[in-house]
């Protein structure tokens, strides 16, 4: 039996829109004409829902207001900024050609194509007041064949692992087929399965940077179409899809603690455990950076029965730690201030995390000095963990450096015929930012943000340390080693992804 399984949906941004200075062209409808006064409505799908919007016009089409409908699902402090921004931008201009939000283009794009909707509607053509139709790529979609599911193998023994939460979580083996939370939980089984870490796979949530597509796109040439026998069983940061996960029946579900994954899978084990289903949980970066990902794969090592080659790994990785603490100074020595910020961008303020979460943890490692330590750390609004700063906070703390993620660079990316992800480093567009050391200086870096949560953990701390601490590591070819790592462990190159860019100008 075959199902039809929408994966993902994209939009291909074929041209930026003009700015938005210049005065509307007189409509194109009926020219020279008038009677256009009233109240029109149009409507657009934005990221969350549809983008529902009001345009009053006067008799001679003139746009005198736009109101969008707050009863609208998108992101607060995102999505919310150009819905905020963009209908004042409109009348003000008199123009749809109007710059989206930088972090915010489908709800920039879904006002701009429900207010030519309104103007349609009026029997107005959008073209005279500057709008551009953004082409929408054709969905892609993979089918799943339940029929190409990888046959389960005889159970021969048993097995009882302790995850990361502490529970006791009882296996049969030899694990036949697993179910990850996100496509990356598959970069830690590469290492001990090969080629089979896909052959085994059933199952995957997707994740922000459509992990899904990307990873298809960069493993299927070297191990064939194992999308054929994967299903998606949740959506980016979103429950998991118990009936999807029912009809795979994997062995295992293998859960990493990023978007709430924990959660969703503990709301629905007791559904899984009827059916035999176990749940493994694991937490990468963890409070412990350093050892997260090596417990993860001693757990993994024992779930696959590949003990011996999760050995190697770890013994790799511990190696780079150790190196990292040799060339490190002394704690006691003054350590370079640093701020980091995901989702940033110039009109939108992403948050931040303390040293005991996230990125904060690489930071940490690096031996950086977190300017957001001071107020996270003990307020009880994030307990330790992440939140936005004020921005006048980040202004008079003038870091040394500035450390971004979830801002452009992409995640395995770099696959044949692929246009890999570029940071553009807008967030330096930020009033007084030009002022800062960090970008005077040009210390300002964004790092591929699923890195931190990944096996490749251990190459963002040592290169964040070799920019922290030039003259210390000026002998350790980070590059090298990792390198080194893929050569070892996995399937394909290190340049798969861009892992780390440098601002080198301000951005006009």
Same mark, same amino acid.
């Given at each position: 039996?075959?199902?039809?399984?929408?994966?993902? $949906?994209?939009?291909?941004?074929?041209?930026?829109? *003009?700015?938005?200075?210049?005065?509307?062209?007189?409509? #194109?409808?009926?020219?020279?004409?008038?009677? &256009?006064?009233?109240?029109?409505?149009?409507?657009?799908?934005?990221?969350?829902?549809?983008?529902?919007?009001?345009?009053? +016009?006067?008799?001679?089409?003139?746009?005198?207001?736009?109101?969008?409908?707050?009863?609208?699902?998108?992101?607060?402090?995102?999505?919310?900024?150009?819905?905020?921004?963009?209908?004042?931008?409109?009348?003000?201009?008199?123009?749809?050609?109007?710059?989206?939000?930088?972090?915010?283009?489908?709800?920039?794009?879904?006002?701009?194509?429900?207010?030519?909707?309104?103007?349609?509607?009026?029997?107005?053509?959008?073209?005279?007041?500057? &709008?551009?139709?953004?082409? !929408?790529?054709?969905?892609?979609?993979?089918?799943?064949?339940?029929?190409? *599911? %990888?046959?389960?193998?005889?159970?021969?023994?048993? +097995?009882?692992?302790?995850?990361?939460?502490?529970?006791?979580?009882? +296996?049969?083996?030899?694990?036949?087929?697993?179910?990850?939370? !996100?496509?990356?939980?598959?970069?830690?089984?590469? %290492?001990?399965?090969?080629?089979?870490?896909?052959?085994?796979?059933?199952?995957?949530?997707?994740?922000?940077?459509?992990? *899904?597509?990307?990873?298809?796109?960069?493993?299927?040439?070297?191990?064939?179409?194992?999308?054929?026998?994967?299903?998606?069983?949740?959506?980016?940061?979103?429950?998991?899809?118990?009936?999807?996960?029912?009809?795979?029946? @994997?062995?295992?579900?293998?859960?990493?603690?990023?978007?709430?994954?924990?959660?969703?899978?503990?709301?629905?084990?007791?559904?899984?455990?009827?059916?035999?289903?176990?749940?493994?949980?694991?937490?990468?970066?963890?409070?412990?950076?350093?050892?997260?990902?090596?417990?993860?794969?001693?757990?993994?090592?024992?779930?696959?029965?590949?003990?011996?080659?999760? =050995?190697?790994?770890?013994?790799?990785?511990?190696?780079?730690?150790?190196?990292?603490?040799?060339?490190?100074? /002394?704690?006691?020595?003054?350590?370079? /201030?640093?701020?980091?910020?995901?989702?940033?961008?110039?009109?939108?303020?992403?948050?931040?995390? $303390? $040293? #005991?979460?996230?990125?904060? !943890?690489?930071?940490?490692?690096?031996?950086?000095?977190?300017?957001?330590?001071?107020? *996270?750390?003990?307020?009880?609004?994030?307990?330790?963990?992440?939140?936005?700063?004020?921005?006048?906070?980040?202004?008079?703390?003038?870091?040394?450096?500035?450390?971004?993620?979830?801002?452009?660079?992409?995640?395995?990316?770099?696959?044949?015929?692929?246009? %890999?992800?570029?940071?553009?480093?807008?967030?330096?567009?930020?009033?007084?930012?030009?002022?800062? #050391?960090?970008?005077?200086?040009?210390?300002?870096?964004?790092?591929?943000?699923?890195?931190?949560? $990944?096996?490749?953990?251990?190459?963002?701390?040592?290169?964040?340390?070799?920019?922290?601490?030039?003259?210390?590591?000026?002998?350790?070819?980070?590059?090298?080693?990792?390198?080194?790592?893929?050569?070892?462990?996995?399937?394909?190159?290190?340049?798969?992804? =861009?892992?780390?860019?440098?601002?080198?100008?301000? @951005?006009?």
């Amino acid at each position: 039996m075959k199902k039809t399984l929408a994966i993902f $949906s994209i939009i291909l941004l074929v041209a930026a829109m *003009l700015a938005g200075c210049t005065a509307a062209t007189q409509p #194109q409808n009926g020219a020279g004409t008038t009677g &256009y006064a009233g109240v029109y409505k149009g409507s657009a799908p934005g990221y969350h829902g549809a983008i529902n919007v009001e345009v009053t +016009l006067d008799e001679e089409g003139g746009i005198r207001a736009v109101e969008i409908d707050e009863k609208h699902a998108e992101t607060p402090a995102v999505g919310t900024v150009p819905i905020e921004k963009m209908p004042g931008a409109i009348v003000s201009s008199q123009s749809l050609a109007v710059d989206t939000i930088s972090g915010a283009t489908v709800t920039g794009d879904a006002i701009l194509a429900a207010v030519a909707a309104a103007l349609t509607s009026a029997g107005l053509d959008p073209a005279g007041y500057g &709008y551009e139709v953004k082409e !929408t790529a054709a969905q892609e979609t993979y089918t799943l064949n339940m029929d190409a *599911l %990888p046959p389960k193998k005889p159970i021969t023994g048993s +097995l009882t692992v302790t995850d990361v939460k502490g529970r006791a979580v009882a +296996l049969e083996l030899p694990i036949s087929t697993y179910a990850v939370s !996100t496509m990356d939980v598959v970069d830690f089984i590469i %290492p001990l399965l090969g080629e089979d870490a896909f052959h085994k796979l059933v199952g995957s949530g997707q994740d922000g940077g459509g992990g *899904l597509q990307g990873y298809a796109k960069l493993y299927t040439p070297l191990v064939g179409d194992y999308m054929q026998h994967v299903g998606q069983i949740s959506d980016h940061n979103a429950p998991f899809d118990l009936e999807m996960i029912l009809a795979l029946d @994997p062995d295992v579900l293998l859960v990493n603690s990023a978007m709430g994954a924990h959660r969703y899978a503990l709301e629905i084990e007791p559904q899984l455990s009827a059916v035999g289903i176990p749940i493994v949980l694991v937490d990468v970066p963890g409070k412990s950076f350093t050892s997260s990902v090596q417990d993860t794969l001693k757990i993994f090592g024992e779930i696959f029965q590949k003990r011996e080659r999760a =050995g190697e790994v770890i013994s790799f990785i511990d190696s780079q730690y150790e190196l990292l603490h040799a060339k490190k100074p /002394t704690p006691c020595s003054e350590k370079p /201030t640093v701020y980091y910020e995901k989702s940033g961008y110039a009109e939108i303020f992403g948050t931040t995390s $303390s $040293s #005991q979460t996230g990125w904060g !943890t690489v930071i940490a490692a690096a031996g950086g000095e977190n300017i957001a330590d001071p107020i *996270l750390l003990e307020t009880a609004a994030s307990k330790g963990g992440g939140n936005t700063l004020d921005p006048e906070y980040v202004l008079q703390a003038d870091p040394d450096y500035i450390i971004l993620s979830g801002s452009g660079a992409g995640w395995m990316d770099n696959y044949a015929g692929s246009v %890999p992800s570029v940071p553009k480093f807008d967030i330096l567009k930020r009033t007084g930012w030009q002022r800062l #050391q960090a970008v005077k200086n040009k210390q300002v870096y964004e790092l591929a943000h699923a890195t931190s949560r $990944s096996i490749f953990g251990f190459y963002a701390a040592l290169k964040l340390a070799s920019i922290f601490y030039p003259a210390e590591f000026k002998d350790v070819d980070v590059e090298a080693i990792m390198d080194e790592f893929f050569t070892r462990f996995m399937l394909v190159g290190s340049d798969i992804t =861009g892992w780390i860019y440098r601002c080198a100008e301000v @951005p006009e």
